[in-house]
């Protein structure tokens, strides 16, 4: 059973850092490009971050610069450091896998506010 579970959310000010990490299981972790995406309420699901099983990474325009994708092949989990949160980060994370198929995670919730 493939499982991404998410952790590191939370409430944080504007201007202050959280690191966000995803667990997986039930895959070959190495084989997979694995990303963030985030949905906010109301709005669309869109990609963060994407770090390929190569290495590679992508990032949306709006967190170039702030966020920093990384993974550990190891312990199959990806991670994404993200510096100067404003308060238009606010919105559910996801973690997301794909090699051929693809898996989500539950989410976990961001909120910058002062």
């Known amino acids: 059973q493939v499982r991404l579970v998410e952790s590191g959310g939370g409430l944080v000010q504007p201007g202050g850092s959280l690191r966000l990490s995803c667990e997986a299981s039930?895959?070959?972790?190495?084989?997979?490009?694995m990303g963030w995406y985030r949905q906010a309420p109301g709005k669309q699901r869109e990609l963060v971050a994407y770090?390929?099983?190569?290495?590679?990474?992508n990032y949306a325009d709006s967190v170039l610069g702030r966020f920093t994708i990384s993974r550990d092949n190891a312990k199959k989990m990806v991670f994404v450091q993200m510096n100067n949160l404003k308060p238009e980060d606010t919105a559910v994370y996801l973690c997301?896998?794909?090699?051929?198929?693809?898996?989500w995670g539950q989410g976990t919730q961001v909120t910058v506010s002062s």
């Open positions: 997301h896998a794909r090699y051929g198929g693809e898996y």
């Open positions: 039930g895959i070959r972790f190495n084989l997979f490009d």
């Open positions: 770090i390929a099983n190569s290495g590679g990474t």
